[in-house]
Every structure is written in C-alpha cells, then in structure tokens.
C-alpha cells in the first residue's frame, strides 16, 4: 500500500463509532470556541483583567480557540465520511496546527507556574524580573518553542499521517524507524514529562512558602511590622491565582495523560496491542482540554463572571451578590472608634494607662481585607484611606495639646510610640486637658 493509498483508507470499525465520535466531537468545538471567546471578549471589555498574570491567561485561551476552530470542524466531517477526505497536505496542515496548538497551551502552563513561583517565593526578585514587557517576550518564546517541535515533521524529523479511526492526523509514533522513535520519545520528554516536572516542582516549594508565611503570621501574631503583614497578604493573594493555575495544569494533564501513554505503548514496540479505538478516544479526550478552562475561570474568576454577566444578557445569571469585605472594613472602622472613645473615658481619669493591646488593631483591620487577589483594590482603597485620617487627626490633635501644653506649661512627657498607637493617646490626653 502506497503512501496516497494510505490517506484514503478506511479503519475497520462500525459505523456508529464514527457518528458517535462526531458527536463528541461537534461538541468539544462548539463549547471551545464559544467558551474561549468568551474569555476573550472578557478580557477585551474589562481593563482591569488585563493584568500581567492574567496576560498567560489570555494566551491560553488564544491557543485553546485555534485547536477547537482548527481541529473540530475538521475531524467532525471526516467522521461523516468515515474517512480522511482531506489529502496528504491537509493531513500535515491538520496535525501541525494540532501539535502547534497543543504544545503552545502545555507550555504556557509551565510559563504560568513559573511566574507564580518567582512571585510566591521570591517576592523582591520578582519586582526586577516581571514586568508586561517581559510577559509578552516569554509568550513569544512559547509560541516559538512549540513552532519548532510542530515543524520538526515537515521536515524530515518523523511525519504526520491519519491516526485511530482514521479521521485525524497526528505525527507517526506507530511506525518503528529511529526518526520516529527518537522524536516520539524527546517530544513526550520536552513537552509533557519534563514541563510536568517543574510544574510540580514550582508548585511543592509554593505551597511550602505559604505554610511558612502562615506559620510566621500565626506565631508572631501583632509583633510583626504592618508592611510584613501586608506582604504576607500579598502573597496569599498571589496564591489565590496560582490555585486557578493550579486547577487548569491538572485538568490539562488529565486530558493529554491518556494520549501520552498510548505513544509511549507504541514508541515500546507494543503498537500491536492498539485497536483503532485505543489511539482514537485519547485523541479525542486530548482535544477536549480546550473546554475545561472558561468554566474554571466562571466558577473561580469573580471578575470575569461579573463581565460576562455584564456585557452577555444572557449570562446575567454568573453576576455575584457584593462581596461582604469591604463590610468588614466598615465594622472594623466603627469597632476601632468605639474602643478609642471608650479608652478616652478611661483617661481622663487616670492620664497614664497601658495601651500595647492597640499595637493589633492595624493588624486586625488589615487581616479583615482577606480578598480574593481579584477583587481587592476598592475595599483595600478604603482600608488606606482610613488609615490616611487616622494619621491626620493624630497630626492636628498632637499640634493642639502641645499649644495648650505651652499655656499651661504642663511639662508631660508621652512614650515613643509608633503613628498608628500614637492617635489614641493624643486624644486622650487632649480630652483630659480640656476636662482640667
């Protein structure tokens, strides 16, 4: 059988295999390219997703929209026709943009992790190292690295021919020649195995950060500086995205695991055991990893449901009801004020009084603004700007008590304390003067 013969056979299956698989089939590229250019158009309309992080995020639904558009259609009229119609050159055009695509989302999921890890772990580096600037280089290296892995069969290294059930084309890990078995095994290796080692690397010294960090937090309590409580937030919030990444990399393994395997079972010499419907499910399956992620983004994204939910009438249902921090400011707000007038009181008729309790009140109005790393700039404005009053009364009431004090030539002597315990004493020895 020659080679034009072979892209026109016929694997030896019933026919309902093939409108089974159709169906499925329609169905990956229907919700992939919808899905995606939803995530897309979210990404579009909303300025504030158009984050650095989320700048991977944007290129991976890019490359899950071109495999869905790419490889549905496609593979879905060849089942109809129980057949590859296509020819040779579209054969190769087909699994090229498969390898391209595929490889191109499997990367830039290890870019994601990365980036996650540099941010977590290595917080002062990453003010150097991350920039939008260098986000779109990496991106760019992506799409070159996996251009020249989907080039290397147009060239002589292996070949693309019709796989499983004979609809779809994929790179000959069938055949045993060295070309194959040499490109079957540095592909799984450089593409799958490898990135999926870092992956789990990057994310096993994450997750150690965090517990360390929460360690910290939890042993020294209200002895620890504001701006190292503030970047111990900061990287919870920054742990938050990495989950969303997390969620993504295990689905997208999941998806490509069974393929993977069914190559290395031929790359074996164990090809023989493979039935057309062996090679042709994992395909399948592989090709669904283009849907998963528009629904993690609806169930963990907040920010992008409420886009959706904005600009899409008939998603109005993902709209979230407010989110109840920034009421916790509030009560936070309030509970601060009623314990300084309380200990105003208390002042007045004792003019000295021990006050380190105060040394946690910042820590307890910062730790009630534990945001989702999507959500937090408005309730964390309001957090600061309480803090910018707080600290201008301080100002004006320590400048009216020492004008009083050089009436009165009242010599007292307050503690060096910092700003923010600062605030209460002043008042109260304000109070207390005015009370004389």
Known sequence: MDVEQAFFRQADVQDHAHYIVAFFVVVIGTVGVTGNALV????YCNKKLRTRPNYFIMNLAVSDFLMASTQSPIFFVNSLYKGWIFGETGCKMYAFCGALFGITSMINLLAISLDRYIVITKPLQAIQWTSKRRTCLVIALVWLYSLAWSLAPLVGWSSYIPEGLMTSCTWDYVTSTPANKSYTLMLCCFVFFIPLGIISYCYLCMFLAIRHASRDVERFGSQMRKSTLIQQQSIKNEWKLAKIAFVVIIVFVLSWSPYACVTLIAWAGYGSVLNPYSKAVPAVIAKASAIYNPFIYAMIHSKYRDTLAEKVPCLHFLAQAPRRDCIAVSHSQSSFTDSMLSRTSSV????????????????????DVELSPLDQSHCLKTSYSHGELTNKDSKSVVKQSREKESHRQDQVRLPSWSKAPCTDVTTSYHLSLSTQ
């Open 40 to 43: 897309m158009y979210a990404f």
């Open 348 to 367: 007045s008729k004792n003019k000295f009084y021990r006050i380190s309790s105060m040394s946690t009140t910042d820590t307890q109005v910062w730790s």
